[in-house]
């Protein structure tokens, strides 16, 4: 079988993934399109960095279609105040992804819901500027906010996504992945970075394991009712770039407005790998516009080996904040569908 070749720039093909089912959806639909006729009642969702952009109009449409949506910021009031202007059943929740401490609060209060998370979206993101390197505990910033702390995250909600009925782990990473992060991938001996720093490369790495780390999760998961992909979500005029010096931002949203989508469709990617059913059994996919694809050509998106070092890495950078997690027996599963089913 043939697959359709989608686009090849810059040495890299980007190539639609065989056994995937295609989406009617492309770069310019929108989260309410892509989630139309979905019905989330009954479900919970929880999206981080809720309060700007892309997590914004992820928690609202997910919320417009039914789900009960937790929705995390840094700061609790302005979280509140996001949550207070979307439709629906919604939940505050303070989270610091560049504090340990604090992603092991927000999973206590997340897990003091009782019911089982159906969806998660790792949505928070941070992207420095003026290529100061800035280290928490000895560690690159942009590696511990997109990565370390959605990995501590996910390790301490992962008991409640078990029993969910298809339990699904969107990973919001970026093309950087691919274009950004250095060409060797991931630092392991330098995580500090302190041979060579840049900003673009730190943020490229960080999404890089944002990527790995959905591509080994969804390997662990295998098994288990839980899927697990990652996703470009276009390039939007968000607050992404609210630390880039006023020239390089003036660029940004330049670039955003020439070739860019809106934020309704920039969450469209998210929406839709949450939430369709045409992807109940789809995991370990990197998806843009929509649609899974390869990324062939350069860089290490479907590097595997470097996706069980990362894994194991990080278990050991967060050892102290993890919790061991049982897979459940099929049985006890069926037992918790049926009182989902009843209740
Ligand atoms: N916009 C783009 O062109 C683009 C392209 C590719 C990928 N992405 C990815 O898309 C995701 C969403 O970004 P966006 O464009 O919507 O940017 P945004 O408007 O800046 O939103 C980022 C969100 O992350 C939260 N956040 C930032 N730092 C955090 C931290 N240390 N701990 C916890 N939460 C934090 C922010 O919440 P508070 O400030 O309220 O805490 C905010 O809600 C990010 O992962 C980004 O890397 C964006």
């Not at 310019?28 to 960095?49: F, M, N, R």
């Not at 100061?132 to 990565?147: C, S």
Request: net charge negative; aromatic share 6%; hydrophobic share 40%.
């Amino acid at each position: 079988m043939t697959v359709p070749q989608i686009s090849a720039c810059s040495g890299v093909e980007k190539v639609a993934v065989a056994n995937v089912p295609r989406s009617p959806f492309g770069a310019d639909s929108t989260a309410e399109e892509v989630t139309e006729g979905v019905d989330l009642a009954g479900k919970l969702a929880v999206v981080t960095g809720c309060t700007s952009g892309i997590g914004f109009e992820t928690m609202r449409v997910l919320a417009k279609r039914g789900a009960h949506v937790v929705g995390t910021s840094r700061s609790l009031e302005k979280a509140e105040a996001a949550c207070g202007r979307v439709t629906g059943v919604t939940t505050a929740v303070q989270l610091e992804l560049s504090s340990f401490d604090s992603v092991v609060a927000c999973a206590e209060s997340i897990r003091s819901q009782k019911s089982p998370i159906d969806i998660l979206v790792c949505n928070a993101g941070y992207r420095g500027g003026g290529n100061e390197r800035q280290l928490v505990n000895g560690i690159e910033k942009h590696f511990v906010v997109n990565h370390l702390g959605h990995f501590v995250l996910v390790n301490r909600l992962l008991e409640r996504l078990l029993p969910a009925r298809q339990g699904r782990i969107v990973v919001v990473a970026s093309r950087a992945a691919y274009r950004g992060a250095p060409a060797g991938g991931i630092g392991f001996d330098d995580l500090g970075m302190a041979r060579s720093y840049s900003d673009s490369a730190a943020y490229g790495q960080s999404k890089l394991a944002n990527v790995l780390f959905s591509l080994q999760l969804a390997e662990m998961l295998r098994g288990t009712r839980i899927t697990c992909n990652s996703l470009h979500p276009g390039v939007i005029n968000t607050d992404i770039d609210r630390n880039l010096n006023p020239l390089t931002r003036f660029g940004f949203e330049l670039l955003t407005k020439l070739s860019g989508k809106t934020i309704e469709e920039g969450a469209a990617t998210s929406c839709y790998v949450a939430s369709s059913d045409l992807l109940r059994s789809t995991s370990g996919h990197y998806f843009e516009d929509c649609n899974a694809v390869t990324i062939r050509g350069t860089g290490h998106m479907h590097d595997k080996a470097m996706a069980e070092k990362l894994m194991l890495v990080s278990e050991e950078l967060t050892a102290e904040y993890l919790v061991e997690w049982r897979r459940p027996e099929w049985s006890e599963l069926d037992d918790d569908l049926q009182n989902q089913t009843d209740g």
